[in-house]
């Protein structure tokens, strides 16, 4: 073995397009820290996260499982009890499992109170956060509204503020995300016209440096002990608002154009034209909206680059870029108006598609450094990876783990047997399009199926969708009910199929335990079919023998 | 409502073939307690069990959800931790809700200790006996081997023999399921040419009465309170023995003619072919084996219909028909030779069809009395029906449950949207047919989806198997390799597609709790896609304004 790997650094941006990296081809958008790593690693090009919505996508890294395995399949599903999160697989290994920043995880209360586990109690704590110790959580929503707050949690970073002199109940919103406005108003980050405006804080207390010195704070306070931290950014998640000097280092003139076609919207399938026909998408469809919203996007992702140069430096330092798997993604992309869309949920590569730098420093990866690999991954595979960079054998947990290591591909090759198929899920039941749509909760769903080639969505209730990455690659062109192409759609239907009849759970055997299982009864004298005593070896018969006296 | 439904009665009986009972048909064998029971209610004659093994199908009826949903695949695949019961429905209305007999299940310790649930706490011990308080819990299969025993927990049972005189350390096997041999030699039970041969123990002391006693011991301590008990008899399922007279009181004359073809054994499924060259069908392919060991299993029948006798005047005595719904049925069937075939695992209808009799007290159910019932139902369907006959909406645990409550069918219709397909599985993994296959642990599996006339079985790694029942109710020919046969395959695989992609994991959620929810955020002042202030209503920005000054 040539692995090097105490710790992982699990880093994840939230609602970052895998096109907006200069490594990942961005003209106008310098990310030279981010670019280093992929010099040192490898950069994935055809990353797809098992859903297109921040919740049910984490809830599969964390797992290793397709949502439709783990359940949590929108934003607030609570992620039941039992199911095994990075922590669980992790801390048998001695490695300490953190988070600082974001999951999105709803915990399971109901769950915990039927099988009488206490919240506060340190099971219990892990059961609440997807298996992490918190070392700090923060969702980073801490929106307010009629109805109360969304996030019952008052961050820690609320605290901070104040102790800064940021004043209020939740500066998170009146400073960190939100600029001056006329006189004494608040020019909200949520309404998108402000973006531009820089926010109320100084750079240093806004969230993406914050995060980060709490990154550092957990590494110095570890000390020798193995660790994976999960650094888990808000941003360049909305609100779109940015600290000087990040709201204004990007301008109009470095918005790339938009990507969408007028064909795309004649005739559309149904749900995409609801989607479209969606506030947000509707939003996103006017160019002052993009050019206001997307430079502050692009500085947000500026400050984050610039803040990781400051951790990897750090790192540097301490000696830990020689012992440190350096992972880098995003939970989902963000459609910025291509494709008359905003937000995400639907599965073109804007939403869907992510990028994923993987930096391993043991010599066993050198081949590969600074290489591109077009290999199908998926968000699930990252638990089989860190499990392998580790030493430990994940293939064992492959009853439960739906993904593969990543680890052959590190050193630049992809193994013959890789997969051919790439699935990822939405449950958009709780969107007002859903109810636009008619359709039932247990519905109201998508899936999708890629190969090198394809993109296929089934969508419940209605025809197909099927789009031709290779001849159409902005994807412009439904061809899901073009008779030209049935055979390609019932291909990738059958490949659905098959997926959707994986063995998912049966989580509580491995499939060791269930080949040593084959004959197991009868050597505990479970004898079926017996007719004659001869018909088994005697040895079968010593214990009822035995009893005969 | 006129419901009356105070307690539940949940009788199962142990591979009992939906055919063995006179008030199914059979010409020779009288049930006239089973018989009187159907009289007073429905009898359903398409009730397929979620698998034709005793734990999947048992985790099915217990959970009410399909096997591939809970995961318990296969005997010995212990439930997870997290799955909810017939006991966690139910006692929350106040219902005890106990255990009396067999529930193969297996407990998920390796789950409760992860999740630092204590096995001998209450929680622990329900967690362990899928949901039930185990009153007397027994798999009645006290085998041992050279490895030692089958079933860690030592039986009351066994116990119970003792004290009656009944000497050694398994007297469950060397006097319950043993027949006198030559001299001081045991005739044991598991060699199936002893079975007209008398069990060793006097009848009230074998196992039906023995458990018959408890069940009534359990209904006298409940007192007025309301309980839903599972008695859960092992018979008539192996080692085939039986207790005078019930050995002696069937002979080769009341065997019925072997359902067999010729046609059968030419080029079969490969599958068939080997379940056919498994040992247990080589056996029960021999007549003798057929004539020594049916009047026995119509012995062990025989046996439980008069128990059942004593139990029903008990109850009637105790004023407890008039409020018990009282439900009689199997886990799954048995082939006895039929097809070729032994044991079950296969899904020709002596194997995954079960005998179902539903028996509502209730006056809403007075013009469905001694009617049949031919709707497709299925084993996931009892949790509702019991949570119904109760007064409780079980729609609200649609989320969880898969199946439908039968109450609206014991008046003697049928709802209009009733189901169209049954749908059943089998993990044959642990099975040596598996190893001569070549088919690894995740991929030995069959799923059958039957309608009211076809039934295909789609078999992984191989072509699909068809029958039709109508044309050909003795299921002799397989159409599943028929070009003339391509439509119907197809329209049934659609259906298992549509069946696989089915909404089962998200069981934190209701429908309508995601109902709900549509729209909340914004309620809880997540404003996505806003350009201007007064793109939404100025209420939604009421608590970001407090925070401007």
Redesign the interface.
């Known amino acids: 073995m040539t692995r090097s790997v105490k710790n992982v650094l699990f880093i994840m941006c939230d609602q970052l397009r895998w096109d907006y990296l200069s490594c990942y081809g961005h003209p106008r958008l310098a990310t030279p820290n981010i670019d280093a790593l992929a010099a040192r690693g490898v950069r994935f090009t055809r990353a797809y996260v098992q859903s297109p919505v921040c919740g049910p996508s984490r809830m599969s890294f964390y797992t290793g499982r397709y949502v439709?395995?783990?359940?949590?399949?929108w934003?607030?599903?609570?992620?039941?009890?039992?199911e095994?999160t990075l922590g669980?697989y992790l801390r048998p290994l001695g490695v300490k499992t953190v988070l600082v920043g974001k999951t999105h995880m709803r915990a399971?209360t109901?769950?915990m109170q039927?099988?009488?586990?206490d919240p506060n109690?340190i099971?219990g704590v892990r059961?609440s956060e997807c298996g992490f110790d918190p070392y700090e959580r923060d969702d980073g929503?801490h929106?307010?509204?009629?109805?109360?707050?969304?996030d019952p949690q008052v961050p820690r970073y609320n605290r901070y503020l104040n102790d800064q002199g940021y004043q209020?109940?939740?500066p998170w919103?009146?400073w960190a995300n939100?600029a001056q406005?006329d006189g004494?108003?608040?020019a909200?980050g949520?309404?998108?016209?402000h973006a531009r405006k820089p926010a109320r804080v100084k750079e240093e207390d806004s969230e993406t440096p914050y995060m980060t010195r709490r990154a550092m704070d957990f590494i110095v306070e570890a000390g020798d002990s193995p660790w994976c931290l999960h650094l888990s950014y808000i941003k360049p998640h909305?609100p779109y608002i940015a600290p000087a000097p990040y709201n204004a280092m990007y301008g109009p003139n470095d918005v790339l154009p938009v990507v969408r076609s007028e064909a795309e919207r004649l005739n559309p399938h149904p749900v995409y034209r609801e989607f479209m026909a969606?506030?947000?998408?509707?939003?996103?469809a006017?160019e002052e909206?993009r050019t206001e919203v997307i430079p502050v996007y692009m500085g947000l992702i500026k400050q984050i680059d610039d803040q990781l140069g400051v951790l990897f430096g750090f790192m540097e330092q301490q000696g830990l870029m020689a012992n440190t798997l350096v992972v880098f993604t995003s939970d989902h992309g963000d459609y910025l108006g291509d494709h008359w869309l905003?937000?995400k949920d639907l599965f073109h590569e804007p939403s869907v598609k992510v990028p994923l730098i993987v930096c391993d420093p043991s010599p066993a990866a050198d081949a590969g450094r600074g290489s591109a690999c077009d290999a199908l991954v998926e968000a699930i595979d990252l638990v089989p990876t860190f499990l392998d960079a580790l030493g430990s054998d994940w293939r064992r947990q492959?009853?439960r783990l739906e993904g593969r290591s990543l680890v052959p591909l590190l050193g630049g090759g992809v193994p013959a047997q890789w997969r051919r198929y790439a699935v990822s899920e939405d449950?958009y039941?709780?969107?007002?399009v859903?109810?636009r749509l008619g359709m039932?909760?247990?519905?109201a769903?998508l899936?999708m199926v890629a190969d090198r080639r394809w993109k296929y969505i089934?969508a419940?209730g209605f025809r197909p969708m099927l789009y031709d990455l290779e001849a159409d690659p902005s994807e412009f062109r439904d061809l899901g009910a073009d008779p030209a192409y049935a055979a390609e759609r019932d291909h990738l239907?059958a490949a659905?199929?098959q997926w959707?009849?994986?063995?998912?759970?049966?989580?509580?055997?491995s499939?060791e335990e269930?080949?040593a299982?084959?004959?197991?009864?009868?050597?505990?004298?479970?004898?079926?079919?017996?007719?004659?005593?001869s018909?088994v070896p005697e040895?079968?018969?010593?214990?009822?023998?035995?009893?005969?006296?």
């Open positions: 439709a395995s783990h359940g949590a399949t934003n607030g599903v609570p992620l039941k009890v039992g095994m669980d399971d109901e769950g039927r099988l009488g586990i109690s099971i059961v929503l929106a307010i509204g009629p109805d109360g707050r969304y209020g109940d939740n919103h009146s939100a406005g004494n108003a608040l909200s949520w309404a998108m016209r909305w969606h506030q947000v998408s509707r939003t996103f006017r909206v905003g937000e492959s009853h449950d039941s709780r969107l007002p859903a109810a039932e909760p247990r519905d769903r899936f089934h419940m239907a659905l199929g959707s009849l994986r063995q998912s759970q049966r989580t509580t055997c499939e269930m080949l299982a084959r004959g197991e009864a009868r050597r505990h004298g479970i004898l079926v079919g017996v007719w004659n005593e018909d040895e079968l018969w010593s214990r009822y023998r035995e009893d005969g006296k």
